[in-house]
């Protein structure tokens, strides 16, 4: 679980987003960093039970403010990801921590890059059928909802607009995400909640996994 002390943090520092109460209150935010990586931690022990991924990745809680015209120097919330282990296994899982029940675990291909994305394009091209049938399954679909992410407004070059896979085609993204109230977050079984939720996502992981090691013909790329 994690702790009211967390969200209690992140809300009088949604309130007080500047540097001199961060500073004044720093003491209490590497405390409860502390809790929140453990967290993640075990996150991560329970997920590699049944599949295999990196160490996690913490999320700074600064913002680089650079090139936003939101000024505001911290981040309201805590957020990590776990990659699993390339390049048999593709995909990635992400868990965001923020009050007002925001909280949220994401799964899937944030950002593919070109040559995945093509690869992935011409999968859809050639056979949809797999790929539905797995997102549209009903015990898949009743922990993970619609496939999300950004897509182009029309097909991308050397596709066809009119084929039939051209939802799937359009994507450049491939995400799922599962929203958590706070009181959820707190619960003692949200642990498991989570590790649940990511077994879920295996048989979509397994597909794309197959997909980003093969070329169009099955043959193996590693």
Do not use: C
């Not at 540097?19 to 991560?44: A, G, Q």
């Not at 809680?61 to 650079?66: A, S």
């Not at 282990?85 to 923020?98: A, C, D, E, M, S």
């Not at 995400?175 to 879920?200: H, M, R």
């Amino acid at each position: 679980m994690v702790s009211k002390d967390v969200f209690n943090f992140l809300k009088k520092l949604e309130k007080n987003n500047n540097r001199d109460w961060f500073n004044s209150n720093k003491l209490e935010f590497k405390t409860l960093e502390s809790e929140v990586k453990m967290f993640y931690s075990k996150v991560n022990q329970k997920l590699n039970i049944h599949d295999k991924t990196d160490k996690v990745k913490l999320f700074r809680i600064y913002r680089d403010v650079r090139f936003s015209k939101n000024k505001q120097p911290y981040k309201t919330h805590f957020s990590g990801s776990f990659h699993r282990v390339k390049p048999h296994l593709r995909g990635g899982y992400y868990f965001h921590i923020q009050p007002n029940n925001e909280s949220f675990v994401a799964t899937g291909f944030w950002d593919p890059s070109k040559e995945d994305l093509f690869r992935i394009r011409k999968e859809f091209e050639m056979d949809d059928e797999e790929i539905r049938a797995i997102i549209n399954n009903k015990t898949f679909k009743s922990v993970w909802g619609e496939l999300e992410g950004e897509a182009l407004k029309t097909a991308p070059k050397g596709f066809d607009k009119e084929h039939k896979a051209i939802d799937l085609i359009r994507r450049k993204q491939f995400i799922f995400t599962k929203k958590f109230t706070d009181e959820e977050v707190q619960n003692k079984d949200i642990l498991e909640k989570i590790d649940q939720a990511f077994k879920g996502i295996r048989p979509y992981f397994d597909y794309m996994s197959d997909v980003l090691t093969t070329n169009l013909n099955g043959e193996s790329l590693i």
